[in-house]
Structures are given as structure tokens and as C-alpha cells.
């Protein structure tokens, strides 16, 4: 048991948490802008609350990895799992989702982990919504809609 334990304390130690590189740190100042003031809000509030809790900044760093999308490429996410391949990613043509307006009325969030992959993990998505939603009660997430769960997406 303490073995365990100890050996999870090392790898603590051996890697660091995770951070945004500087062309990380302008892609999200340039998406944050583009997004309602509310929903920014509550994505700050619920970033603060994840760095500050040492044991979720070790599972991972959350970023926004989309915010505003261009009718043109929602119609292109559209193709994906239709006419194009791969599994279907969205239900909503160009103009028809919340990631369509300026500023745009959603953000899809992602998580960079400590060996700089970036991971859509459901636990760690279900992690960062409970905080999400405890920031401000207007915001939705997607991982709470019946049949297709979408859950880097939170909207207002
Ligand atoms: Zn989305």
C-alpha cells in the first residue's frame, strides 16, 4: 500500500502541470474575445477553481478549444459521419448552433495533459461542468442533453 502511494507522489513530482504555450495563450485570448461575456465569466471562475485543487490540475489543464464557428465550417462539421467520413460530431447545420453568432454563445473545451496530448476524457469533461454550472446557473452543457451527449460543449 504505501509503495502505491509513494510511487504515485513521484510521478507528481516528475511532471509538472501542465501549461499553455505562448501560441496556446494567444489562440484562447482570440476565442475567449469572440464569446458572451457571461459564458467567459463562468469559464474563468471554473478554470480558477480547477487550478487552485492540486489534484485536478494534475488529471489536466482545461482550455477552450472552440468558441465562435463560422456557418461555413458548422456546415462543413455537418459533412463529418454523412458524406464524409469519420462519426457524426454535430446534428446542427451551418447558422443552426449556438457556436455560430458573434460573439458566440457557446465554448467546447478540451484538456492539455502533462505529456502536452490533449484529451476529450468524459470524467474529466463531467469534472469541469459541475464546476461550470456552479460558476453560473445560465450555462447548459452538452453531457446533460437525452440521446447525443456533447460534452466539450457548454452554451448560455
Ligand atoms: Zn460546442
Redesign the pocket.
Known sequence: METGLNSTTTVLQVLPPPRLNVAQRLRQATRLSQVRTELVEAYQVALRRWMGDPVLMALGLPFVS?GYRSPERQDELYTHGRSAPGPIVTYKRGGESK?NTLPSQ???VAFLLADDEVSWSPALLSKFARLMKAADARVHW?GDWPGFK?R??FEV
Open positions: 472552440e457556436h457557446a465554448l467546447d452538452g456533447d466539450p460543449h
